[in-house]
């Protein structure tokens, strides 16, 4: 079966260093999206893209968290600088638009020190 | 802007028994999609069953099915024969494309399931 690909699937860095997180979506897949979980707000959207243009980045703290897809095979989540509250687990999704279901990779567990 | 709601926090049940997970949700929509997500502690996302709001037949997936009620914007998960490997957290979904929403899914805060030898 086809399936998003997130790496890396852990991260632990201290307090001020630049973070990447990459996904490869499903071949195919025109739709890319960005979600954060924590315990106290759950699953949160953060951006996505379709065809690889931003849509929306609404859920987005600006000002450290950018969102960009270079190409159709790769989309990049990055936060610069990091903090502590960014500890969570990022995860992408992939799909097509309208009946088909998102597709989620298996997550990147973010701990900031 | 479209809520998803889900009243119990925690469930168990029993293996080989029959329970019923909760999901409302507001909208003033009358074509989106409603799906049923697994977690389980490998934290991977799994889909376990979608429903198309235009459809009046509820959909089904083996073991799993729903009872979506449109009028009342419910749709709650029934698992049938209940496995050791059904425990996890899920979440139930929408999404739509109204608003320019542009089929982004909502979340509800999720249901941890207990499944008891």
């Known amino acids: 079966d086809a399936r998003v690909t997130q790496t890396p699937r852990h991260k632990v860095t201290e307090m001020g260093q630049e973070v990447t997180m990459r996904c490869q979506p499903i071949l195919g897949h025109n739709t890319v999206f960005w979600y954060r979980q924590t315990m106290m707000q759950g699953l949160e959207l953060l951006a996505y893209?379709?065809?690889?243009?931003?849509?929306?980045d609404s859920g987005m703290p600006k000002d450290r968290f950018s969102a960009e897809m270079p190409d159709a095979t790769l989309a990049t989540l990055k936060i610069q600088p990091s903090e502590p509250r960014d500890s969570a687990v990022y995860f992408c999704a992939s799909g097509l638009v309208k009946d088909s279901p998102q597709h989620f990779g298996d997550g990147t567990r973010l701990s900031i020190l | 802007a479209q809520t998803v709601t889900q009243s119990q926090p925690e469930m168990s049940v029993q293996e080989a028994e029959t329970v019923t997970l909760s999901c409302t949700y507001d909208?003033?929509?009358?074509?989106?999609?409603l799906f049923w997500y697994k977690q389980p502690p490998s934290r991977q996302m799994i889909l376990v069953i979608r429903?198309?709001?235009?459809?009046?037949q509820n959909a089904t997936e083996n073991r799993f099915s729903v009872n979506f009620q449109k009028a009342a914007k419910s749709f709650s998960l029934k698992i049938s024969d209940s496995q050791l490997g059904d425990t996890a957290m899920y979440f139930c979904a929408f999404t739509s494309d109204s608003g320019g929403s542009n089929y982004k899914l909502t979340f509800g805060k999720g249901t941890l399931l207990t499944v008891n030898p």
């Open positions: 909208t003033s929509e009358n074509n989106y999609y």
């Open positions: 893209f379709r065809n690889r243009a931003p849509l929306d």
């Open positions: 429903q198309e709001a235009y459809k009046q």
